[in-house]
């Protein structure tokens, strides 16, 4: 596809013109008001069925960090919450600032966290392969977790001391036996709303289920995230990566349902 990035020239606002569903009616990510949210008691709770998830490989896309999963059978589902059946698990990846005051992609009544892990699955009951799901309404779950400054968190760092081997675009190392379960809040309450990839080509295909606590990460797991590059080995200009991030696009009249009051 066309050449996309966070930078002035070709980051979010310049999306639209390869992509004009970047002005569409259920864009993501969305500033959430909690206020604003309703409160529906016959949402069921999300299950998370990770335990025999078989994680495959860590790489850098040019645009996040990402680790992948074998998705040929539902070893790895979240099911529930707004879902009419299972999704199974593709990937994960992260968003993240340059420095501590942004890095989230949604917000809660206008704060920012410094980083965003997005689970990605796809309905593989409905769509024979991922990339039909990817460009359907009903096709992918993506359960957004923020990150927010703190101590370190445990389980993270087996992500962040593997990241040396993913700095440069196009790299792939082998990441096998990680289980993002332990990436989870304690509470898994959560609002969900109608929306979209927040990348292009931002395909209006995401259920979003957004968990409303927090998990931590240190300020020296998140300076190896910013270690990593845009750019490829081979290139001239060695661009950080950082504030890979869209900013919150507008609600056009949708509704944000949570879980809890
Ligand atoms: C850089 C490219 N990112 C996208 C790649 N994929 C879409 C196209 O694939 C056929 S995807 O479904 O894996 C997702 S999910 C996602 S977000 N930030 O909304 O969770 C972005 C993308
Ligand atoms: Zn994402």
Redesign the pocket.
């Known amino acids: 596809g066309h050449k996309w990035g966070y930078g002035e020239e070709d980051g979010p606002s310049a999306w639209h013109k390869s992509y004009p569903i970047a002005q569409g009616t259920r864009q ?2 969305i500033n959430i008001v909690p206020e604003e949210a309703v409160y529906d008691s016959r949402l069921p709770a999300i299950t998370i069925s990770y335990d025999n998830c078989t994680s495959l490989n860590i790489s850098n ?4 960090v ?1 680790v992948e999963f074998e998705d040929m059978d539902d070893r790895s589902v979240i099911q529930g919450g707004p879902l009419e059946n299972a999704y199974r698990l ?2 994960f ?1 992260f ?1 993240w600032g340059g420095k501590d005051c942004d890095g989230s ?1 949604h917000t809660v009544s206008g704060k920012t966290y410094v980083s965003e892990l ?1 689970l ?1 699955h ?1 309905n593989a009951v409905r769509y024979r392969t ?2 039909e799901a ?2 359907a309404p009903d096709g ?1 779950a ?1 359960l ?1 977790i923020f990150m927010e400054k703190g101590d370190g968190h445990r389980d993270l760092h087996t992500i962040t001391d593997a990241l040396y081997m993913v700095k440069f675009k196009g790299s792939v190392a082998n990441f096998k036996g990680f289980n993002p379960k332990c990436l989870l809040p304690s509470n898994l309450k959560f609002w969900t709303y109608p ?7 931002l ?1 209006e ?2 259920t979003w289920i957004v968990l409303a606590e927090p998990i931590r990460v240190s300020d020296k797991q998140m300076t190896k995230f910013r270690m990593l590059l845009f750019s490829a080995e081979e290139e001239e200009q060695r661009k950080r990566m950082e504030n890979n991030f ?1 900013p919150p696009q507008p609600l056009k009249g949708r509704t944000v349902r949570a879980s809890f009051k």
Not at 61 to 64: C, I, L, Q
Not at 195 to 201: F, K
């Open positions: 993501s990510p896309n040019g645009h996040s990402v593709k990937q990846h968003h992609e997005h990605v796809w991922f990339g990817a460009a992918l993506v957004g929306g979209s990839l927040t990348t292009p080509p395909h295909s995401v869209r």
